[in-house]
């Protein structure tokens, strides 16, 4: 009886090990369905434009279909998660291979996300052009000294920035989100 159960236990995992192995070898493996049947039309290539602003992109890959154009974004992450910057990152090379090429690119990108070798696609709404330009403005006038940066919502990005000494506001938080944290008596959760 107990060897019978160890021999369905190990064909189950050989079964199992012969059925990822497949799937890993599968190119379009977890692929999204509408990109399952595309052809890269680029990998790691660089495009670069004057207009509206000066900007320059590399793409990780450009899948085309007909005449429409799609981007992917590779990423190698602790967590299968998307951020703010990935979708500008992308919107970026969007705009780039748009205003120095006569090729159509779609509004919807997509995020490969690897976390300990699995894989996952994430279908995004990209930004634009005149959304870029205004985010390039308001940099601009950041860098330039013409407005106040604001204070980030979010506490983890806030806690790691470089710039945090200089950002009042923003200390401010982080002081408070630690004290509340902390437990610590004399800090209540109303004090700023």
């Given at each position: 009886?107990?060897?019978?159960?160890?021999?369905?236990?190990?064909?189950?995992?050989?079964?199992?090990?012969?059925?990822?192995?497949r799937?890993?070898?599968?190119?379009?493996?977890?692929?999204?369905?509408?990109?399952?049947?595309?052809?890269?039309?680029?990998?790691?290539?660089?495009?670069?434009?004057?207009?509206?602003?000066?900007?320059?992109?590399?793409?990780?890959?450009?899948?085309?279909?007909?005449?429409?154009h799609?981007?992917?974004?590779?990423?190698?992450?602790?967590r299968?998660?998307?951020?703010?910057?990935?979708?500008?990152?992308?919107?970026?090379?969007?705009?780039?291979?748009?205003?120095?090429?006569?090729?159509?690119?779609s509004?919807?990108?997509?995020?490969?996300?690897?976390?300990?070798?699995?894989?996952?696609?994430?279908?995004?709404?990209?930004?634009?052009?005149?959304?870029?330009?205004?985010?390039?403005?308001?940099?601009?006038?950041?860098?330039?000294?013409?407005?106040?940066?604001?204070?980030?919502?979010?506490?983890?990005?806030?806690?790691?920035?470089?710039?945090?000494?200089?950002?009042?506001?923003?200390?401010?938080?982080?002081?408070?989100?630690?004290?509340?944290?902390s437990?610590?008596?004399?800090?209540?959760?109303?004090?700023?």
């Amino acid at each position: 009886m107990m060897a019978s159960a160890i021999l369905v236990l190990i064909a189950a995992v050989l079964v199992l090990l012969q059925y990822r192995g497949r799937r890993s070898a599968d190119p379009g493996a977890g692929m999204p369905r509408e990109l399952r049947n595309a052809t890269i039309a680029y990998s790691e290539k660089l495009f670069e434009t004057m207009t509206p602003f000066h900007l320059v992109a590399r793409v990780d890959r450009v899948y085309r279909i007909g005449n429409m154009h799609y981007l992917l974004e590779l990423k190698t992450r602790v967590r299968h998660s998307i951020y703010p910057n990935d979708i500008i990152e992308l919107s970026a090379q969007r705009l780039a291979i748009t205003a120095s090429t006569d090729l159509q690119v779609s509004g919807t990108g997509y995020v490969a996300t690897q976390v300990d070798g699995e894989r996952r696609f994430h279908r995004v709404n990209l930004l634009s052009g005149d959304q870029l330009v205004a985010l390039y403005q308001r940099r601009r006038a950041i860098l330039d000294g013409t407005i106040e940066p604001a204070c980030n919502d979010g506490y983890a990005l806030c806690a790691k920035c470089s710039y945090r000494a200089e950002c009042e506001p923003g200390a401010r938080a982080v002081r408070h989100r630690l004290h509340q944290a902390s437990g610590r008596p004399g800090h209540s959760r109303s004090q700023g």
